[in-house]
């Protein structure tokens, strides 16, 4: 029952998930005699979800987090762990960081004498 319980509360928890719930909670409530608060209700989620959706604000939410730890730095002892998260790569935040990012670059020659192309990918 917890397992259950944790992933439904898990997903739901989640603020798109949270506003959108708002949301249909707002549209039930309009055609009953709460149709003002639901009004408010509806309102508030598309403001709180267009904000949420168009502002860097889950960048500057996830900050924190990823500021949380120091970077490792090769002072002759081997780190103790190594954990890859998968997801997007940000350059931009890799060359503020003074970071390797791990960008494909694939320059494609293409030879003269016929129609064949060669890529190269250095990482």
Known sequence: MYFFLSKTMGT???????LLA????????LPTRYGAIGRR??????VALAISG???????????LE???????ATGTE???LIILGGQIDTGIATARNEISPVVRIPID????????SPTIPI
């Not at 209700?41 to 598309?46: D, M, P, V």
Request: no cysteine; proline share 12%; aromatic share 6%.
């Open 22 to 29: 708002a949301g249909i909670l707002g549209l039930a409530l």
């Open 12 to 18: 739901l928890l989640v603020l798109p998930n949270l």
């Open 79 to 81: 780190p103790t762990g």
């Open 54 to 64: 168009v502002t860097p604000i889950g960048n500057l939410m996830l900050l924190p």
């Open 41 to 46: 209700t509806l309102l508030g989620a598309f």
């Open 67 to 73: 500021n949380r730890f120091p970077p490792w730095t």
């Open 110 to 117: 293409v030879a003269q004498d016929s129609e064949m192309i």
